[in-house]
């Protein structure tokens, strides 16, 4: 038995949820399908798909073997290609995870002139605020907000997260600005929604760092609801640089207490670039990171009033 061709038979039938669909994308006949998925069940003891007449489910022990065998054939890929790619420009599949906000905002616009410099690479991206598991969602690539501690995976950090206090003119004009951290207490505040229900501000100057508890009409877990409630002259809020940062530039949002700066919290940490370890030395997976790298630049281009980087400013390989 073909043990590699048999878990690639069982993972497609998965795929495409069914042996005949399956076959068509194979250019095989289903009866050598079912074969290859009899002869792996008949391996391992366990009966790993349900079959009806119209289509096929996971048994539990075949819910568990699939991401097993999605692995297996990822690490056999990604060696392949390790060696392959040597002398040559990345190819094949690349698969990101990104926040939803970050992602739309200072990903996405570098992705159309990173696959022309790549053509030879497609891309599948995820756009979610959960935290996946790269290893079972075989993701090449995540970024993330937040802290790496304990985590297996490798990170390359992109930029700090930073915050700033800020509020729209109009309330501005409306509101004295607060002049030291204690002044937030008087004020209604803009609140991020933690999963902890935890709403301090932590703010700090040379040696000097204080903790203010902030109260206000709005709660929420979206830093975008709670942003365009501050363009809206709503209330002060405390929010990532990396989504402000245009809005300052313009003048749409003032910063205040500037020679305050909020400190990142444990949760809050930095921006990252991260990969499971079977993801190294991938040639895709480096050139991503250093296009990603470049455009961001050093420090982040939102906190330097500067534009995003153009097509030019996309590494070549």
Known sequence: MDRFATLSAFVTVVDHGGFAPAARRLG???????????????????LLLNRSTRNVTLTDAGALYLNEARRILDDLDNADRTVSE???????????TLPVAFG?????????AFLRRYPEL????????????????RIDVAVRLGAMNASSLI????APHRRAVCASPAYLAEHDAPRTPSDLMSH??????????????????????????????????????????ALGGVRLALLPTWLIGGDITTGALVPVLDDWTASPSAEEGAIWACYPPNRRGLKKVACFLDALARHIGAPAYWDRDAPAPGAEDIPSG
């Open 122 to 137: 497609r891309l599948e991206v995820l756009a979610t605020d959960a935290v996946s598991n790269l290893v079972e969602d």
């Open 104 to 112: 739309r905002l200072h990903v996405a616009p570098m992705l159309p």
């Open 86 to 96: 040597r002398g040559g420009p990345p190819s094949g599949l690349l698969r990101l």
């Open 188 to 229: 209604s505040c803009l609140v991020y929604e933690y999963f902890n229900g935890d709403s301090t501000w932590t703010l700090a100057r040379g040696g000097e760092r204080e903790k203010v508890t902030v109260k206000g009409p709005l709660r929420s877990s979206g830093s975008e609801v709670l942003r365009e409630a």
């Open 28 to 46: 095989v006949a289903p009866s050598s399908l079912t074969r290859q998925v009899n002869a792996l069940e008949k391996h391992l003891g366990a």
């Open 155 to 158: 990170a390359r950090k992109l």
